[in-house]
């Protein structure tokens, strides 16, 4: 860092020690308060548990725990530094981890120089990933910048796929460990070399990461800039060459602990090095949550804690399904025995999650044209038309897969209303939309319940589902914390809650048929269901658009403008929140019904967590401000998933395809067609020679200096009360004179 850095630097940076310490030490500093409690804890789980709690299971678990925990202060750095909550940490080291196996495997090179090059690798991806993507998210909503993260992960895993197929032909044998040659064993588990090298490199990462932040130049501006980016800008502070920083540390953390893990867990197939990258992940956030996002050792102490239970639980009940719904437990516990909200800096932060540009309508100063009415008809009668007839001229397999993505669509207008509206991130609609295919589908197989009945049934469990669960979530006004919730949700249906073998009553294994709707019309064949689904779709799509013009829908976009001012006016943004949650909930339960039946019964690989990121990019790729840019980006994120080649070409496309059109079309797809509209809207009226203000606002004169003409007077007068209208005043308000408050009467 230069010297005038420094000496811009030298009055803030006491200060910024003093106040992040609490960020970088225990609460209280009670350290060994903590340990003793954590004997404490042991000792009765070795009394109470079936099968006890030995030593060497703790010990397993810490040493995992540990290796999670660097993924973890990935997270939570990246988030210290930009507010962006960076959903590629568990894949961030995924390309540079199979790299170093490949060369250690494949070439028989050194394994410490294979764990370098895959080190080195991981800190260039690191960098560059923030130089050329993340540096042009820096002024966009943070909700943004997060999904991008989402594609990010998608294109790294899809790389990571690709190259060993590429460079041996999908040859997976091989060995990957350390070669210390150490052995002791702890009953019952036999620890080699790989888990000594695991206890010694983490705690001498953790120690040197906690002398970086903590002393250096670098470390304290990184604190400085997380606690205030646009203050630490004015103090000369380089904002974005500590984020490269940030982001390198980013990439050589994740892919130390994948080469640390992968020996430990067992080397069985390029595939399998990142395959767990959801569940990390929710690991990571879990520890992230207990936190509150900022307490960097209790990040590590808790990825230990969520370690030691991983391995409890799998050593307990021979299996780890039921530690992910014990995760969803620790989650909702931890959020219920939060106090107090965000702080006002964290606050001030997560606002830039908003932002989110709504599509405007048509001027009324054109909708009185019969053209520009005729021609807006004219579009949705091509539309309806192509939509009805498409069934006609398709192949029964394609037919199923436009069923399909109809049905995704209502999921993406399920989204819109939580996400475009209130700013919320949900990882999890995927587990609502399985709440309603299994009841409908329990319902009907076991009950003999009708369509329509079992349908309103499956719709109403995920929307009360969502309101349970979104209580302790929206309780404290993050967007946050519902992610994770919602996250924790789709894993933990996917692992225990739709498994069969678990809960029979719901997962249940029984088929069902298309009976007759009314007893009259017939839906047995994919032709004829492919309508059902259609007028679903379009009766959902009124039924948002009418939720969107109701008081509770312009409440909804006021909170995510401001949720202060709107709070102002008294009204209950917690409620108005839960709201939508609990009805973008049942609206994907409605989907899940639909499919059920498309499906004819309950399979418990359709609702995989995964597709919980695939909902989420859909509605960020169609546009977060309408709902035609919904169904356009469920038609492009499943019609490229089916019709692309499986595996990791198909993560590859949908990665860059979101990491485009974020890049350049932040308003998604739906963008393209109101640009093109708005277009030809300015078009007709240039011919018209009407003047309309919200179309020109960003034009400003241009209709009469391409006609070489200058604005006349009174034309310039209404285009600046026009603009008025649309755009925020930079002019501070003129202050009202103040009486004496004893003079009133």
Not at 93 to 110: D, S
Not at 576 to 587: C, E, K, M, Y
């Amino acid at each position: 860092m230069s010297l005038a850095v420094r000496e811009r630097m030298s009055p803030v940076s006491g200060a910024v020690r003093r106040a992040s310490d609490r960020v970088w030490s225990l609460p209280g500093g009670r350290g060994f308060s903590w340990l003793v409690a954590a004997i404490v804890v042991w000792l009765l789980l070795a009394r109470t548990l079936p099968h006890g709690a030995p030593a060497g299971i703790v010990i397993q678990g810490v040493v995992l725990g540990a290796i999670n925990g660097l993924v973890a202060l990935v997270v939570v750095l990246v988030w210290r530094s930009s507010r962006v909550l960076n959903f590629a940490a568990a894949n961030m080291g995924a390309v540079a981890g199979v790299l170093a196996i490949e060369l250690h495997i494949k070439l028989n090179q050194n394994y410490f120089v294979c764990v370098a090059t895959g080190l080195v690798a991981a800190a260039a991806v690191g960098a560059l990933v923030e130089l050329f993507i993340m540096r042009r998210f820096s002024n966009a909503s943070r909700l943004i910048a997060s999904v991008a993260t989402i594609g990010i992960s998608q294109v790294l895993y899809g790389l990571s796929v690709l190259i060993p197929v590429e460079w041996n032909k999908g040859n997976n044998s091989g060995n990957f460990s350390t070669p210390f040659n150490i052995h002791f064993t702890i009953s019952p588990v036999l620890f080699n070399g790989n888990y000594v090298a695991a206890m010694v490199i983490v705690p001498i990462v953790m120690a040197a990461l906690t002398v970086f932040f903590r002393y250096s130049s670098y470390g304290v501006a990184i604190r400085a800039a997380a606690d205030n980016g646009d203050r630490a800008r004015l103090l000369g502070i380089p904002v974005k060459r500590l984020s490269t920083i940030v982001w390198t540390i980013t990439g050589i953390l994740s892919a130390l602990a994948i080469l640390l893990r992968v020996p430990i867990q067992g080397f069985s197939a390029f595939n399998s090095v990142s395959n767990d990258g959801t569940e990390l992940l929710l690991f990571s956030l879990t520890a992230m949550v207990i936190a509150n996002m900022t307490n960097l050792p209790v990040v590590v102490l808790a990825s230990i804690a969520l370690g030691v239970l991983d391995s409890l639980g799998a050593w307990t009940f021979q299996n780890s399904s039921l530690v992910d719904a014990l995760l969803l437990v620790v989650i909702v516990l931890a959020l219920l025995a939060k106090r107090q909200k965000l702080s006002r800096a964290a606050d001030t932060g997560i606002t830039t999650w908003q932002m989110i540009k709504q599509v405007r309508p048509i001027p009324p100063e054109l909708m009185r044209f019969r053209q520009v009415r005729l021609v807006g008809s004219g579009v949705r009668m091509v539309v309806l038309a192509f939509a009805v007839t498409l069934p006609l001229w398709e192949t029964p397999a394609h037919t199923m897969l436009s069923s399909l993505i109809l049905l995704y669509a209502i999921v993406a207008a399920s989204l819109l209303i939580l996400t475009g509206w209130g700013g919320f991130i949900s990882l999890g609609h995927i587990a609502f939309m399985g709440l309603g295919a299994g009841t409908v589908v329990s319902l009907m197989a076991n009950a003999q319940w009708s369509f329509f009945p079992a349908l309103a049934a499956g719709a109403a469990v995920a929307g009360v589902f969502a309101f349970i669960l979104g209580v302790p979530a929206l309780r404290i006004g993050s967007q946050i914390y519902l992610a994770v919730v919602t996250l924790a949700l789709a894993v933990t249906c996917a692992d225990y809650f739709f498994v069969p073998k678990y809960f029979p009553w719901f997962a249940t294994t029984k088929q069902i048929t298309r009976a007759p709707i009314f007893g009259r019309l017939a839906v047995d064949t994919d032709q004829q269901y492919y309508f059902v689904c259609l007028i679903a779709l379009a009766v959902v799509l009124a039924a948002v658009r009418g939720l969107r013009n109701s008081h509770a829908g312009r409440a909804s976009l006021a909170t995510s403008d401001n949720r202060q001012a709107t709070q102002s006016f008294g009204i209950n943004t917690t409620r108005l929140n839960l709201f939508a949650f609990a009805a973008s909930g049942a609206l994907a339960g409605l989907a899940g019904g639909l499919f059920a039946v498309l499906d004819q019964g309950f399979s418990t690989g359709s609702f995989d967590a995964n597709d919980g990121l695939n909902f989420f990019l859909m509605v960020v790729i169609g546009g977060l401000g309408s709902l035609s840019g919904a169904v356009l980006g469920a038609v492009y994120v499943y019609g490229a998933a089916y019709l692309l080649p499986s595996g990791g070409w198909s993560f590859l496309a949908t990665g860059f395809g979101v990491l485009i059109v974020l890049m350049f079309f932040p308003g998604g797809l739906g963008e393209l067609v109101f640009r093109a509209r708005d277009w030809f809207l300015r078009r007709f009226a240039e011919r018209h020679e009407v003047l309309v203000p919200s179309l020109v606002a960003d034009v400003r004169t241009d209709v009469y200096s391409q006609a070489g003409r200058d604005v006349p007077d009174d034309v310039e007068a209404e285009l600046a009360h026009g603009l008025a209208a649309v755009e925020p005043s930079s002019a501070e308000p003129t202050p009202l004179p103040l009486e004496p408050v004893g003079d009133r009467k």
